[in-house]
């Protein structure tokens, strides 16, 4: 008797025909045997994410299960308008923009090549703009407003510092951080080494991130009108250091703006007041390499009048800083929008823009952001004659197409106020809003909101 064996691989998947013959020399025989070698599909063995905020990045990449080790391939049957998919991966993909907004079938699917195939089908929401008040864990910072805040992109969080409080007053100079992960918020609070600045407000603040520092300027403390520079170490080793640059410098002022120049490493400072002088227009580039020194800039083009509280963002895409509203001499709160662009000239050339669209209304003390996601500068609350809690978008598009547009949303709204802080998430693609005042003579807020 004679026996054979064969182990299969995957080449062998299908029917096979096997025939047996038998002979003894005096009689013969023959068997035909049917011989299936079964293939194994491949399976869906992840969960998609399934909503979505506008003017944030979705990203969904399937885990598969193939018993055979096999070659797949994607392809999606179904999915939102403007979505890719990678064949080879199966990751799908897509910038929400907001006009995005609403639910949208999607089903993949996945191939070994051999007849296998498994399908994924589910919804996506794409959820409008809302806000959200946020309950952070640990112990919330004191009431407060006119503080400072940056975004600290190494160690995710919010670095706050700073304020006031009256009636009172109390003068903060405290560092209060707030670590943000998902839906989890959590704040503590910094104990830096060295000697701090002193307690004061309506001083502004960018983030260096470079060199992992948050960098103050300005203010107003209880001896009067600052000019001091102070950087305050965001790496393991936590520490203020004074800074004290070879003149020329700024002048001392407060409510003025100050924003950070990426391609050329410096802080850019325009505006502001000291109580007595006109309200300045000039402007100032700080260099943050390791030599920082002040210069001041010689723009050109058409000078904005000097202004106080007023907002700014840099828009990394058009090399250009927008500078929105404020409180101009003998004018009162403006509504003004302008552009400093650096792509001809690192002094800036200055233009007044005209977006299309019905703006915002003249206000000061108010906050903005750059959604680097959607292309647009959020505008939040602010004062103009009354309290405000209106939130505002300017589409970032070339000069003359640029375009304001009110976000009608729906409650709960953050209650009206001027002189918090805001910032922009990029990981959780959000604005943040913590403190400021609807009444300065008689209290503060010290809440937290997320508008996503």
């Known amino acids: 008797m004679t026996s054979s064996t064969k182990v299969t ?23 035909t045997v049917q011989i ?32 055979d080790n096999d070659s797949l391939s994607f392809s999606a049957t179904s999915l939102e308008p403007g979505m890719s998919i990678s064949p080879v991966t199966g990751q799908i993909i897509k910038v929400q923009t907001a006009g995005d907004a609403g639910t949208y079938p999607i089903q993949l699917s996945v191939t070994d090549g051999y007849g296998g195939t498994d399908f994924q089908p589910f919804t996506l929401t ?30 995710k969080r919010m670095v706050n510092f700073g304020g006031i409080f009256c009636p009172g007053c109390l003068w903060y100079n405290d560092v209060r951080v707030l670590y943000m992960t998902g839906s989890t918020f959590t704040w503590t609070q910094l104990n830096p080494t060295g000697t701090p600045p002193s307690g004061r407000y309506a001083h502004r603040a960018i983030y260096d991130p470079d060199n992992q520092r948050m960098i103050v300027f300005g203010g107003y403390d209880t001896v009067g009108y600052k000019g001091d520079l102070w950087a305050l170490s965001l790496t393991s080793s936590v520490g203020w250091q004074q800074i004290t640059p070879s003149p020329p410098c700024p002048s001392a002022r407060a409510n003025h703006v100050t924003v950070y120049d990426p391609i050329r490493k410096r802080m850019i400072l325009f505006g502001g007041w000291d109580g007595t002088s006109p309200y300045f227009n000039d402007l100032w580039a700080l260099s943050l390499t390791s030599s920082v020194s002040w210069a001041q800039l010689s723009p050109s083009g058409t000078i904005p009048q000097g202004r106080n509280s007023h907002t700014a963002i840099y828009d990394q895409l058009y090399d250009r800083i927008i500078v929105f509203g404020g409180n101009i001499a003998g004018v009162g709160a403006t ?22 669209g019905v703006p915002p209304s003249p206000r000061y003390v108010v906050t903005g952001i750059y959604d680097n996601i959607c292309g647009r500068m959020v505008v939040f609350a602010g004062y103009d004659g009354s309290f405000t809690n209106d939130t505002w978008v300017l589409g970032l598009m070339a000069e003359g197409q640029m375009q304001w547009n009110n976000l009608s949303l729906m409650p709960p709204l953050p209650p009206k106020r001027y002189s918090h802080v805001a910032i922009y998430d990029p990981v959780g693609a959000r604005m943040i809003v913590f403190g400021g005042t609807n009444n300065p003579g008689t209290g503060a807020l010290n809440d937290l909101w997320q508008l996503q």
Not at 36 to 62: G, M
Request: hydrophobic share 35%; aromatic share 12%.
């Open 335 to 356: 509504n003004e929008t302008w552009a400093l662009n650096f792509s001809t000239s690192s002094d800036g050339v200055w233009s007044q823009s005209s977006p299309q």
């Open 126 to 155: 794409v959820l409008q703009t809302s806000w959200t008040q946020v309950i952070g864990m640990g112990v919330s910072p004191s009431i407060r407003y006119s503080h400072s805040a940056v975004y600290d992109e190494v160690n």
């Open 36 to 67: 299936s070698v079964l293939n194994n599909a491949p399976q869906f063995i992840s969960q998609p994410l399934t909503s979505v905020s506008v003017c944030s990045v979705y990203s969904y990449l399937p885990v598969v299960f193939d018993k």
């Open 9 to 31: 691989v995957p080449e062998d998947r299908g029917v096979h025909y096997v025939t047996v013959d038998a002979n003894d020399g005096q009689a013969f025989s023959s068997q």
